[in-house]
């Protein structure tokens, strides 16, 4: 057999569109919380590819729901539905508030579909104008245009106006500025359970019950971007359940596959008939390779075993993280909840959490930020305590560089 072609990091440079920079190195394999790389120097893996490998690297249970599918059926389209989307419909049904799903392949698409749902919805009602989304200063839905409009960081969305009208932000977490501008002519609120990429922020309590109340008194979908905090990552299977507020929508991606690609976007009966045959469509939303993974990583992770070991995790996390802070007093305040951790620098180390991920690399560790200030953590639900130990202990040389 022909050897792969060789390629190294700095072809990165020659030939990929540059919207990324990736490390210097380069993974070639994984197995549960470690990788290696090129070089076959092996890593720790608190990154989990951006809260979406929620079972590690090459976990039996995706691989052969991957493999046995794989020599099945990958895909017929849409003009046919297919057995594993169908499981993979009822599980989520069965699991969650919803009644109805639209499968897609990441987060933008369900967040997109969601938006346009309601849309939809506040034009059948017949009231004039009801097309205004209210969405949240520093919120993160995607990137297509639709959804970094949505998405409260103009940094997203500047160079590319114009841009679609109507989406109208206030602070998160302040309800009376969101009393302020929901009113008949909205048709969604759109809000994360926990602001992922925008720092790890959970919402409080209050703050989502308001939203649900206003939602009510006005007529508006309540959509929860659950693209981050969804299938485990906070200790139950949706982060809504940790809040007594059942949204109308509800988008979910990232951990749904494990790693192998795929979204959805769960509603109601009431909302469903809304997206009527023609309304919205995808090529490859619902496929019987992306569902069938996606059944099997589901079926695994919700159970009580694998649910309560995130929030165990998370108690050994913190503990770990707040032991090393009281060394080195790196970090502000550590927040987030079960596997979504997120550690604020202190002030004087503002701006710094990119270099504390690059140097972390070097010490053998993934790890992730959420904005200039914010270190992020999203390992796999399942990562082995002893990998946690490791990880802190080359976290731990990282930080030593920065307090130097
Ligand atoms: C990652 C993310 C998205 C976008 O998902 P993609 O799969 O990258 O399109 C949307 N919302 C939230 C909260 C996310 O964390």
Redesign the pocket.
């Known amino acids: 057999m022909e050897q792969p072609i060789s390629v190294t990091r700095s072809n990165f440079n020659d030939w990929m569109v540059p919207v990324f920079a990736p490390a210097n190195f380069i993974p070639v394999r994984g197995e549960g919380s470690r990788i290696w790389d090129q070089e076959n120097k092996e890593y720790i893996d608190f990154a989990g590819g ?2 979406v490998n929620a079972l590690g690297h090459a976990h039996p249970v995706a691989v052969n729901a991957l493999t046995e599918q794989a020599t099945k059926l990958w895909h017929v389209g849409n003009g046919y539905t297919n057995e594993p989307v169908l499981r993979l419909a009822k599980q989520l049904t069965e699991n969650t508030f919803a009644d109805k799903v639209f499968f897609c ?7 997109e579909a969601a938006l346009k749902l309601a849309r939809k919805v506040g034009l059948d009602s017949g009231v004039a104008g009801k097309s205004g989304i209210v969405a949240f200063k520093n ?6 245009l639709f ?1 970094v409009s949505a ?1 409260g960081q103009p940094k997203y969305s500047q160079d590319f106006a114009p841009l679609p009208n109507g989406i109208n932000h206030v602070a998160f977490n302040d309800l009376d500025a969101a009393k302020a501008v929901i009113n008949e002519q909205t048709c969604a609120v759109i809000v ?1 359970p926990i ?3 925008g720092g790890v922020i959970p919402a409080d309590i209050e703050f989502l019950k308001g939203l649900r109340a206003l939602c009510d008194e006005f007529g508006a979908l309540l959509i929860f ?5 969804g299938v485990g990552r906070t200790g139950s299977l949706y982060a809504y359940m940790n809040t007594g507020v059942i949204p109308d929508v509800l ?1 979910t ?2 951990a749904l596959g494990g790693g192998f ?1 795929v ?1 959805a976007m769960l509603t109601t009966d009431k909302y469903a008939p809304h997206f009527s045959v023609g309304t919205h469509g995808t090529t490859y939303g619902g496929n019987p390779l992306a569902s069938a993974v996606a059944g099997a990583v589901f079926e695994f992770i919700n159970t009580p075993e694998v649910l309560e070991g995130v929030k165990h995790r998370h108690q050994y996390f913190l503990d770990a993280l707040n032991t090393l802070n009281a060394e080195y007093q790196i970090f502000e305040e550590i927040r987030g909840q079960g596997l979504l951790i997120g550690c604020v620098l202190k002030a004087e180390y503002a701006g710094k959490a990119k270099d504390i991920t690059t140097w972390a690399g070097e010490e053998g560790l993934l790890a992730l930020i959420a904005g200039p200030d914010v270190v992020r953590f999203t390992p796999s639900l399942i990562i082995p305590e002893q990998d946690i130990d490791e990880g802190i202990a080359r976290l731990k040389r990282a930080l030593a560089k920065l307090a130097k």
Do not use: C, L, M, Y
């Open positions: 951006i809260a392949n990441s987060g933008a698409e369900a967040n919120a993160f839905h995607g990137r297509t959804t998405g994360e602001q992922g990429e971007d659950e693209v981050q905090t988008t991606a990232k690609p979204g």
